[in-house]
């Protein structure tokens, strides 16, 4: 049980470090103070008392009547009746003729009899008069430990106000600042909503980016340290508003570091949890996190000595052989780079490999063992509806590489880890309406079933984000002569009159296009519209782009300037996890990774840190650990999952480049396209020019 109350972590000996008057190793002694609090504090309840230095709770002793004042008062306060001490003690501060050193300690069990009594407005007061007679007081252990309590017995925006008041003064010592700023972003994250949880992590941010020199080591592992002794006395709710800020980008810095930890430390309940929460603890054990290394030590000892290293097994059921093997093999070479990766951080983690494009896989499936509850694939459609069909679904947790699942399927039969086109087709809109200003749109798809499917999603997804699609067409794939005429209907050309030399440019109500075909297709579409001078207009790809680009050379990109299509995969600009990959399948000579071997490197570790489910464990509890889980740092496009389990991906955008394709710069996409907007509109405007002198 975590103390509620306990002594207060002293950052008067670490504030001199601020000065220059004080070097890491002098810090020392205080951290192994701070240690010896904390572990204290995580090893049992504890209700602490304000004493003087070196004094504890003293045996009552007679004190005759004619004792002095003094003598009275200080009794009263070691015997623990406050309320008495600090009426005697109010009594001494009005005697005349006391020293300047009674004063002094009048004011200081003054201040420290209210706050024990539980008046801590009057106690707050005291306190203040006593660090102005004597000003070194702020920076002792006793002091600030006094501040603490006072400011926490207070509540209300008075006790912000003040707290607000006390950062931002720079005449005070960085120890009470930084203990006030504690303080208030506990205040800020209690309020429950939101914006207070953001406020109280900018708090903490801002706090922790005054240590950032490298003698201040000792000041951040008493934050990081203070910090955790806080989140141990949170509630649940306001934990997991905290947590909900966690995201791969922030989780290895403090004060979100801090945060991850103490979830981690609080999910490890039982043997089923206990590896995702291992894993957690263990990505901050191997990167330079925490500045107190061994506050990850005293959290994760204890734990692996109830529950032990974690060990898991998961499956993969991908085909090997046939025509999609060499797919299959690319996601096992990833697979196998994270499972190293995994296994040098001590996560005894199991992969087994069913091959779907052999005879008697479901029988090699069924027979897995039950602690092989999470598995990755299905890759293709058929081999999910068989699974379906004989029951596997229901045995395990089937994490699909298909881009969707039959409608009320996903996140209760199975899950999605693959991108599906409606995630291409957000992207795209997301990126032509905020970053373009394009409202209305046109579809042009080939007249077969996956064309219509991909035009009706596009409309569909439209009109859900506010988006108009105005005009539809189709054109007949291997009939390209019909496309010129097409193409003149979709557009909206208009008639040309007699004696016209040359034609006016179409004006069509939209502004981007959709194209749901192969690159191959859209090379000997889009020359279409400039034939008909629209030159203005945006082209919005799919993912089958990417597929005909792929190392291609001298790519001819002059009617593509304006295109962009989505991918899950970014070579260009690579995330950390992408380029652990990278480097892990160069050392070992295995070749660049793309999209397929990166889907597996990814699934492998998110399945690690969604534990072990128990048998029965139902989809409901399975999206709760998924919710954790998809933090992690992606090498692919990240996918999230709503709390229902329904999976969405942010893709990279790219655009065709001359040596296959590169990825987008918003602002220079949107610079070429008003470039363009206004070449074309002072070409239409002399052609009107020169057509109005002719008829003259």
Known sequence: MVANDMTYIPFFRLANARSGTSSLPGLLPVLLIVLVLLASALGGCQKAVLYPPGEGPRTPVAISADAPLADKAFAAYTQGDYR???????RLLQEPGLSRRETVEAWKYFALSNIAYGK???????LEKWRSLDPDAQTGAEWLNAYNRAMTGMSGTGAARTLEGTVQDDQRPWAVRAESALLLA?????????ASNAAALQTLETLYAQTAAPADAGLRATLESRLFTLLQETDENALARLAGHLTADNELRYPYSVILLEKARRTATDSADWPPAWQA??????????????????VLMPLEQEFGRPSQGIALALPLTGPFGNIGWKILRGAGVAQWELARQGNDLSVTVINTAAEGWEQRLQALPEGVSIVGGPLQKETYTTMQRTGLLRQRAFFTFLTSLNDGEEGRTAWRFFSSPRDQIRSLL??????LEIAQYGVLAPDEPFGAHMAQMFRQTASEMGATTTVSATY???DTLTWSKVLHTFLRVPAQRPGEDTPMPPNPPFQAVFLPDGWQQMQALLPHFFYYQEDRMVFLGNALWEQGLSGSRDTETRYFNLSVFPGSWNPYAPTAAAMSLASALDESGLGQPDLWVGLGYDFVRFASMLGTPEKGEGAQAMNARIQSAQQMDWSIAPIRWTADGLAAQKMFLFTPAANGFAPIDPARFKERLENTRARHADRVK??????????Q
Do not use: N, V
């Open 281 to 298: 603890i263990q990505r901050l054990r191997h990167t330079d996190t925490f500045a107190d290394r061994l506050l990850l030590e005293r």
């Open 186 to 194: 506990r205040m800020q994250w209690e309020g429950g909503d939101k």
């Open 120 to 126: 801590h407005h009057l106690g707050l007061e005291a």
């Open 430 to 435: 997301d990126f032509a309406q905020k970053d």
């Open 476 to 478: 007949t794939t291997k």
């Open 686 to 695: 002399m052609l009107e020019e020169a057509r109005q002198q002719k008829r």
């Open 84 to 90: 008495l001490a600090s009426t005697l003690y109010d």
